[in-house]
Each structure stands twice: as C-alpha cells, then as structure tokens.
C-alpha cells in the first residue's frame, strides 16, 4: 500500500477514534447502564449496507427500550458504532484493529468475504465475535478461528441448493457459468461447479468478468452460443440489474438463475429470472411482516433482505450479552457458540465452525408483480419453523 494511502487510513481511524467518546460520553455517565458497544463494518456509502446498518440500529433502540437487570451490574445499553471499509481487504485490517481498541461486544460484518477474512484474526487473536450476514465465502469459517459466526448460508450451502434447484426444479441439462473476481465469487463458482459434476449435468461455457464491470456482451453471448438451457451469474449485488439489463436488450431467452441480494431489485424481464436467497419467504411470516412495519416507521423506506439479516445478527450479539451479562468481548462470544435464536427467517444456531447448523433458502422467480416464491430449501426435516406460519 502507498504511503500516501496508509497516512490517510491512520488519519481516519485516528480521527474516528478521538470523536468516540463524545460519540457516547453521556451515557458512559450514566451509572444506572453499562455501555456495551457494537461494530459495524462495510462499505458505508452502499445503499444496500445502509439499509443492513438500519436494521442493526432498530435492533439495537429496541432492545434499549426493554432494559434487563443484569446479576453483575445495571442493565446493558447498547450502541452501533459504525467504521466504513470501503470493502478494501487492507482498510478492513485497520478498522478491526479499531474496533478491538474500542472494545467493542462484537463486530457485524465485513460486507464482503475478502475484507472479512483479512479482518478475522485480529478479531479472533482479541476474543471479539465476528458475525457475518453477507460474507458468505466458505474460506471464511475453514481457517480455524473460534470467534467467527455466519448467519446465512456460506457459499457451499448456497452452491448445494443453485445445483438442487436446476436439476431438480428447472430441469437443466446445459448451464453456462459467468463469475467475476472477488473471493466469493470464485468460492461459489468452485463450490457450483462440483455440485453439477455429481449430478453429471455439464458445464458447456465459463466466462470471466471484472467485480467492478457493468459490461456483460461479450459473456452472455458467448453462454448463449454454447447452448446452455440456463445461466447462472455468481457477482456482487450491483452487477445483477446491468447483466439482466444486458440480456433484455440482446434478447437472451435462457434462463438465468441468480444468486442473494437479486429479489431486493426490480427485475425488467419475461419472467425467465429466478434467484435463490438465504432466507424464507415474508408472506409466511408473522414477525417478519412486524418487523417491516416497524422498519417502514422508523426509517421511512421499505427493509431490504439485507436489513433483515443484520437484525437478526445484531440480536445475536444482544441476546448473548445479556446471558452473559457482560460488556467483555470473550465472554460475549463464549454465550454466541451456545446460542440458539429464533430469526426472522427461523432458529439460527452455530456448528463448531461458526457456520448457521441449518440455513434456509428460498428459490425465486420474477414477475411483473414482484418477486414469488417457488420453494423453500432447507436441510431441517420438513418446513423450516417460520414457513409453516
């Protein structure tokens, strides 16, 4: 990294720091509450993380509007601290770093797989739980680390049911493949590409493109010319309007099946578009349905998938506090590993990995009236929980 840039990087977090305690000095003062902060990490700017970073921070008031005695002390009062990494794998280590001197209860995020590897062993080496809800790589919770935790589905969950879900629901015979460049791209693609060979359905075209690149001819017309009966994009959130975009307008007729984040965009299609997303349907949940009218109220804008895992992530970390009742870090992420929480799209509990033991997923398909739900995936016996409602 240039000098120039690590100056700026120490400048920033220097500054974040010196603003932290009048950031919460009031209630530091206060001595009937213990402050209990929690982190937030992604690229701020992101429409998508400002909506999950809503979420946590409606977690968050509304824990504090229902205060628990605590047996060590008074009751927790919980913050979000929030530092914006720009989903760089460089910046994410100082962030983590700073969020560790902050002693913050625990960290969600980072947003993608690349930043929160590179941020997890200073958060493991410091007993601070990482809990992620959009990073999905698989790399993530193979290294090893006892305070890192995954809410959703990682890559391998999310590879198992795409493979499921062509075979068993869409029937392929022939799909073509276009990733791009980030590590969960490339996590996924390997992890899809090894679910196809054991049900011998062929992969006929892999394509490559940039994860910063909205230009998507070249890719798609090359899956086209190889036959393939559907296209499956493994790339970020932004780059899913512009490759369906793209498809309209050269009159792509296959299939084209994509992957979390998509069901939160209006898609302009004939309906050939489906999605999978780690999460079940709103319109069999209850407390879904609360929980976007609470988030419609406070924010005045409609919840994205996005806000609801980071709800469900920040709650993770309260409800563990306060079991532990505790504001320490190690003791936070001690509880975490025993936890058993009843999400927003049902029970969310962890392997000895870190991973969500049984994560849900729903496959989608797009229409002129929204986003519908064609069938719900789960490793659980049945109906996941909430689905049932």
């Not at 359905?201 to 690149?213: E, N």
């Not at 090359?222 to 498809?247: C, E, H, K, R, W």
Request: some cysteine; hydrophobic content about 40%; overall charge positive.
């Amino acid at each position: 990294m240039a000098y120039g840039m690590r100056r700026r990087i120490y400048r920033g977090i220097l500054l974040a720091a010196c603003l932290l305690p009048s950031w919460h000095a009031a209630a530091q003062d206060d001595a009937r509450t213990r402050i209990a902060l929690i982190g937030f990490a992604g690229p701020l700017s992101d429409q998508m993380v400002q909506s999950a970073q809503q979420g946590a921070l409606l977690a968050i008031e509304e824990a504090n509007r229902r205060p628990q005695p605590g047996k060590q002390g008074p009751p927790l009062h919980f913050e979000l601290l929030s530092q914006d990494d720009k989903s760089n794998s460089n910046l994410a280590g100082y962030v983590a770093r700073y969020f560790v001197t902050s002693r913050v209860i625990g960290v969600l995020g980072h947003w993608n797989t690349g930043p929160a590897i590179a941020a997890a062993p200073v958060y493991d080496a410091a007993g601070v739980a990482q809990v992620s809800f959009t990073a999905t790589g698989s790399q993530l919770t193979r290294k090893g680390y006892r305070n890192v935790f995954r809410v959703v589905g990682s890559t391998d969950d999310t590879a198992a049911y795409l493979a499921e879900s062509a075979d068993k629901i869409m029937d392929s015979k022939r799909v073509a493949i276009i990733h791009n460049d980030t590590a969960f791209s490339a996590a996924l693609t390997a992890a899809f590409v090894r679910e196809l060979s054991a049900r011998a359905i062929p992969v006929v075209s892999m394509q490559a493109v940039s994860g910063k690149t909205s230009d998507f001819n070249a890719q798609l017309r090359a899956a086209v010319d190889s036959g393939a009966d559907l296209i499956l994009l493994s790339a970020i959130t932004g780059q899913l309007q512009p490759f369906v975009n793209t498809a309209k307008r050269m009159n792509v007729s296959t299939r084209i099946l994509l992957t979390g984040g998509a069901t939160n965009q209006k898609l302009d299609d004939a309906g050939q578009v489906y999605a999978i997303e780690p999460n079940l349907p709103q319109q069999r949940c209850s407390h879904q349905k609360g929980f976007e009218q609470r988030y419609l109220a406070r924010f005045e804008r409609a919840p994205t998938t996005f806000s609801r895992y980071a709800f469900d992530a920040a709650n993770l970390l309260i409800q563990a506090a306060r079991q532990a009742d505790s504001e320490r870090a190690p003791e936070v992420s001690a509880e975490l590993r025993e936890l058993r929480y009843a999400g927003l799209s049902g029970d969310i509990a962890f392997d000895k990995d870190g991973n969500n033991s049984h994560p849900a997923y729903t496959l989608y398909r797009s229409s002129p009236q929204g986003w519908q739900p064609l069938r719900v995936l789960s490793s659980e016996q049945g109906v996941p929980r909430c689905a049932r409602g």
